[in-house]
C-alpha cells in the first residue's frame, strides 16, 4: 500500500552541526512532497517542497533532496540552533491530491 | 497560522455527547481538511472538501461528520464522543497552484478529550 515513514523517530543533533532526517515513500506517481515543522502546542508549518521533476531544492538553511530512484527523501538543516527543535514530517501527494504524512521525527539540539 | 483559526482550543467532554469542532479561514482557498493527530500515528485525514459542495471521506470518517457551510467555514462533529477520540485535531487549507496541489496551511489545533 501507499506509505510515507521515517527512519528514526528521534535525533539529536549538537547545535551547530548540519542536521540530515531523512523519508522513504512508496508511491512513485507522488508529484509533490513538502518537508513541515510542527514546534510543540502548534500546527505543522511548511518549511520547504520540491516537485518531481526537480531532485533539490533549496531554502533559507535548509535543503531536500528527493531521490526517485529509491524513492527517498531527505530535509538537510544547516548550522542546527535551538529553535530548530521540532517534529518534522514529510509528505506527499499523490495525483490524487489527498496529501499523506509520514509520522515524523523529533530533532532535539543538544547544547 | 492566523489565517486559519480553530475554535475551540482545548474541549474536555463525556462519553456520548455531541461536539462540534469549527475551524474558519481567511486565506480565500477552496479547499480545507480536517486531521487527527494520535502520538506515535502522524497526522490523519477524517474529511476534506474541494469546494463548497464538495464533500470527501478520508482514511478515518467513521464517527465524524462534516459541514462545509462557506468556502471560509468547515465544521467537524463528533456525534456521540468515544474516549479513544481524545486526540489534537487540526483544520488545515490548500489550493490549486498552476503546478498543482499546493501546500496547506495548519490552524492551531483542537485538544480534545472525551472522558
Known amino acids: 500500500g501507499e506509505s510515507v515513514g521515517l527512519h528514526l523517530p528521534t535525533l539529536s543533533v549538537q547545535e551547530g552541526d548540519n542536521s540530515i532526517i531523512n523519508c522513504a515513500y512508496s508511491?512513485?506517481?507522488?508529484?509533490?512532497f513538502i518537508w513541515y515543522k510542527q514546534e510543540s502546542g502548534k500546527g505543522p508549518q511548511f518549511i520547504i517542497d520540491i516537485r518531481s521533476n526537480m531532485d533539490k531544492r533549496q531554502g533559507q538553511r535548509v535543503t531536500v533532496l528527493l531521490n526517485k530512484t529509491v524513492k527517498h527523501l531527505s530535509l538537510q538543516i544547516a548550522a542546527t540552533q535551538p529553535g530548530d527543535s521540532a517534529v518534522y514530517f514529510c509528505a506527499e501527494i499523490p495525483r490524487d491530491d489527498k496529501i499523506i504524512f509520514g509520522k515524523g521525527t523529533r530533532l532535539h539540539i543538544l547544547p | 497560522d492566523a489565517d486559519v483559526t480553530q475554535t475551540p482550543r482545548n474541549r474536555i467532554t463525556k462519553t456520548g455527547k455531541r461536539i462540534m469542532l469549527e475551524c474558519s479561514q481567511t486565506?480565500?482557498?477552496?479547499?480545507m481538511y480536517w486531521y487527527r493527530q494520535d502520538p506515535g500515528l502522524g497526522l490523519r485525514l477524517i474529511y476534506y472538501?474541494?469546494?463548497?459542495?464538495?464533500?470527501n471521506k478520508g482514511e478515518i470518517s467513521d464517527g465524524y461528520s462534516v459541514s462545509r457551510q462557506a468556502q471560509a467555514k468547515f465544521s467537524l462533529s463528533l456525534e456521540s464522543a468515544i474516549p479513544n477520540q481524545t486526540a489534537l485535531y487540526f483544520c488545515a487549507t490548500s489550493d490549486l497552484t498552476k503546478q498543482g496541489a499546493g501546500e496547506q496551511f495548519f490552524g492551531p489545533g483542537t485538544r480534545l478529550t472525551v472522558l
Open positions: 508511491n512513485s506517481a507522488s508529484d509533490y
Open positions: 486565506k480565500g482557498h477552496d479547499r
Open positions: 472538501s474541494f469546494d463548497v459542495k464538495d464533500i
